[in-house]
């Protein structure tokens, strides 16, 4: 049994800055790749940024430059800090994982965190 706990969001003013932070638990043999995604009212979850067992990253356009993907694989949590924060990205964010749970499995399943709401308003 895998659980990915966010925690992090919140209410900022425009221009300002949050940290999200994910952490994996449970049986879990390895993790791939690591990331964060949003979905806002009305519209379909979307990438903000993914991390490769690696540390390898990669952006949605819309927030290049002002956020920031990062990974500590000792503790199996990834982070996400956002700078000048937009009304535009208030959204629920969800951690995603792609773990092996055990040796056994070869292939990676796929896990969601339960969202944490991030509002970007004056």
């Known amino acids: 049994q895998v659980q990915l706990v966010e925690s992090g969001g919140g209410l900022v003013q425009p221009g300002g800055s949050l940290r999200l932070s994910c952490a994996a638990s449970g049986s879990i043999f390895s993790i791939n790749d690591m990331g964060w995604y949003r979905q806002a009212p009305g519209k379909q979850r979307e990438l903000v940024a993914v991390?490769?067992?690696?540390?390898?990253?990669n952006y949605a356009d819309s927030v290049k430059g002002r956020f920031t993907i990062s990974r500590n694989n000792a503790k199996n949590t990834v982070y996400l800090q956002m700078n000048s924060l937009k009304p535009e990205d208030t959204a629920v964010y969800y951690c995603?994982?792609?773990?092996?749970?055990?040796?056994?499995?070869?292939?990676?399943?796929?896990?969601w965190g339960q969202g944490t709401q991030v509002t970007v308003s004056s």
């Open positions: 991390t490769t067992s690696g540390g390898r990253p």
């Open positions: 995603n994982a792609r773990i092996r749970p055990n040796q056994a499995m070869a292939r990676s399943l796929s896990y």
